[in-house]
Nanobody, 116 residues
């Protein structure tokens, strides 16, 4: 059974940084895209950043220049480096892996709170 486990969330002051990690356990073949999503209370889940198997990345406009997504295929892990954090970045962050057969796997979420 495949599980995605996120880590690295927490409480940080505005302007601070956090690094999220998401690692897959179990047998998972042909991971295509990896991505990070977030959901704030009362809002819809939104894409934060994505990275393809070829290394192409895309970001939500709200995080461009502040967040960086990267992946380690050998470790089946995706990272999200978050700098210059703002209170509006507060949300539960979820990772998602999509395979070449279009099957999606989601993590359980990790909370990021940006507050002074």
């Amino acid at each position: 059974q495949v599980r995605l486990v996120e880590s690295g969330g927490g409480l940080v002051q505005p302007g601070g940084s956090l690094r999220l990690s998401c690692a897959a356990s179990g047998i998972i073949f042909s991971i295509d895209t990896m991505g990070w999503y977030r959901q704030a209370p009362g809002k819809q889940r939104e894409l934060v950043a994505g990275i393809t198997s070829g290394g192409s990345t895309n970001y939500a406009d709200s995080v461009k220049g502040r967040f960086t997504i990267s992946r380690d295929n050998a470790k089946k892990t995706v990272y999200l480096q978050m700098n210059s954090l703002k209170p509006e970045d507060t949300a539960a962050y979820y990772c998602k892996f999509r395979t070449a057969t279009q099957r999606d796997y989601w993590g359980q979420g990790t909370q990021v709170t940006v507050s002074s």
